[in-house]
């Protein structure tokens, strides 16, 4: 293994060693106010971007900033063209753009407070970002994602630019990182899941294509939940055990992420130096930072029973 694998493997345990983790996380859920949250907040990594966060979107949004500079710093540590490795797992970033992009802009669904929307800047994680950010119109937004890795999403409405981009992002992931493909056909189905059964929508051309590579095509044309679960191929069916309506996929996604987190530890203590060890720190930093902002959000939401929090993570 080359020296810059073992510079990475060794940079991304000190990484994650620093997490606040479940105990962490529960302290902060457990504060009183959103005020007393960010005061502990304050202790761990996340005060690099917290500092002046005051209100729960800013203070999740410095959360996930704080991912997204411990991805970029790692991949520089990295050997050349290890960033290839970690730019499916940090595509969610760029899907964040889109999405708060598509929101600021006028005759898009704009939110006015979103106008003042600052982007995740992704450096070498980038994917499509510097050619997505200067399209003007949702048109444009499309014509943009079918000249790049993330493929035509099919439609130019909103809902069809970010669903398709979160599947496509699946699909990238699976394809390009061997050892997150299991949780890649876990989203896919949470994804698809959610689309079909809870919002009751048609999915794109492209993102019934993607699903389909993912999951199989039997799968995606199940004319029911029971039978889309029945369906599932052994590498996604784990996520939705014991999930028995559309109503009870919040319960799916929270053992999904425990899953990966479990499956990211069991990386990092293979005791290895290479991409599967970066692989399972990156999830580690990934999970903590969701579960960070899950607290936040408890806080926030002042008097949330920490049972309730505990089920959710």
Do not use: I
């Not at 411990?70 to 969610?92: K, N």
């Not at 409405?157 to 493909?181: D, I």
């Not at 799968?219 to 029971?226: E, I, L, T, Y």
């Amino acid at each position: 293994m080359s020296a810059g694998w073992v510079a990475g493997v060794v940079r991304a345990r000190a990484l994650t060693s620093r997490c606040p983790g479940p105990a962490g996380a529960r302290e902060m859920a457990s504060a009183l106010t959103l005020e007393d949250a960010l005061h502990r907040l304050a202790g761990t990594p996340y005060r690099k971007y917290a500092r002046t966060a005051v209100e729960l979107p800013d203070a999740q949004r410095a959360v996930s900033a704080t991912l997204l500079w411990q991805l970029r710093v790692l991949a520089g540590w990295l050997p050349p063209g290890g960033a290839r490795l970690l730019r499916p797992l940090a595509a969610g970033f760029e899907v964040a753009n889109v999405a708060s992009r598509l929101s600021a802009q006028n005759g898009l669904g704009a939110d006015p407070e979103a106008a003042a929307w600052r982007p995740y800047r992704l450096g070498a994680l980038e994917t499509a970002w510097r050619r997505l950010e200067h399209a003007h119109t949702a048109a444009e937004l499309r014509a943009a994602l079918a000249a790049s890795a993330w493929g035509d999403p099919g439609a130019d409405t909103p809902w069809a630019l970010v669903s398709g981009m979160r599947m496509a992002a699946a699909r990238r992931t699976a394809t390009a990182v061997p050892s997150a493909r299991r949780w890649a056909r876990g989203r896919a189905a949470l994804l698809t899941a959610r689309e079909v059964f809870v919002h009751q929508r048609r999915l794109s051309e492209p993102m019934r294509r993607d699903a389909a590579e993912l999951l199989g095509s039997r799968v995606v044309g199940a004319p029911s939940f029971r039978d889309f679960c029945a369906r599932l191929p052994s590498e996604a069916r784990w996520v939705l055990a014991d999930v028995e309506e559309p109503g009870e996929l919040w319960r799916a996604e929270a053992r999904w992420w425990r899953v990966v987190e479990r499956d990211g530890f069991g990386m990092l203590r293979d005791g290895g130096y290479g991409p599967r060890e970066v692989v399972g720190a990156v999830a580690v930093l990934s999970v903590d930072a969701w579960r960070v902002r899950a607290a936040l959000e408890s806080a926030a939401r002042a008097g949330r029973p920490l049972e309730e929090f505990d089920a959710l993570v």
